[in-house]
């Protein structure tokens, strides 16, 4: 809320919209949820966290349409929402992290993607994203 009013008063358009829809997604989720209290920090974690995945999908959908003019307005939003977010862990990080999953279950294949998946994602607990995790866990299985 604090970014919101300097938003205004330093008239950032992009950012004060940006952060008025993020407002609005917040009220939403305690509609959803029935709470009348504020949403837990997980919860707004994960509101963030859709709106991250929402503004990624629009700037690959735009890459594909040649649209380089939306591509640039959901990229800035996206940098803004990131801010919200916790610092992700950096690859070496997942690396390892993906191996010693992998390592811990002895012999596995791709037929188990989900269950190593399932794992990993339990131990990075949003400090990684499905789609990084997806990527490092293919890499090293195929690797």
Known sequence: MEDLKTAMREKNKEELGLLRMLS???KNKKIDLGNKDELTEEQ???VVKSEVKKRKDSIKAYEEGNREDLVKIEKVELAILEKYLPKQ???EDLEEIVKDVINSMGNVTMKEFGKIMGQIMGKVKGLADGDRVTTMVKKILNG
Do not use: L, N
């Open 24 to 26: 609005a997604s917040f």
């Open 89 to 91: 862990m950096s690859d």
């Open 44 to 46: 707004a974690e994960g």
